[in-house]
Nanobody
Framework: QVQLVESGGGLVQAGGSLRLSCAAS????????MGWNRQAPGKQRELVAA???????NYADSVKGRFTISRDSAKNTVYLEMNSLKPEDTAVYYC?????????WGQGTQVTVSS
C-alpha cells in the first residue's frame, strides 16, 4: 500500500509558476514510476510527466520546456515545477505511483491559471 499526499496547487496568473509536491509513504526506490496526470473539466485525464526509478523522465508535448519533474529520495517526494503557465494548464493534477503491480493515486490538487 502506497499513500500519496499532494500539495502546492493554487491560483496563478498566466506566465506564472507553481510547484507541486507529492509525498509517498514508501521509498520511491521501491516504486517503478511516479508522475502526474491532470484532468480539466469535460476532458479525459492525461499524462503530464513521469519519472522512473532509474531517473528517466518523459513529458506531454504540451508541457515540454515548461514543466520539470524531479525527486528527492531522502523525502520520498516527487515534484512538478511548472513555469510559463497557460490558462489551458488549468486542471486538477493527480500524483500517481506505479509499483509494477498496482497503481496508486493521490487525492488531486487544483491548479487554476487566469488569463
Amino acid at each position: 500500500q502506497v499513500q500519496l499526499v499532494e500539495s502546492g496547487g493554487g491560483l496563478v496568473q498566466a506566465g506564472g509558476s507553481l510547484r507541486l509536491s507529492c509525498a509517498a509513504s514508501a521509498s520511491i526506490f521501491s516504486i517503478d514510476a511516479m508522475g502526474w496526470n491532470r484532468q480539466a473539466p469535460g476532458k479525459q485525464r492525461e499524462l503530464v510527466a513521469a519519472i522512473t526509478r532509474g531517473g528517466s523522465s518523459n513529458y506531454a508535448d504540451s508541457v515540454k520546456g515548461r514543466f520539470t519533474i524531479s525527486r528527492d529520495s531522502a523525502k520520498n517526494t516527487v515534484y512538478l515545477e511548472m513555469n510559463s503557465l497557460k490558462p489551458e494548464d488549468t486542471a486538477v493534477y493527480y500524483c500517481y505511483a506505479y509499483t509494477g503491480v498496482r497503481q496508486y493515486w493521490g487525492q488531486g490538487t487544483q491548479v487554476t491559471v487566469s488569463s
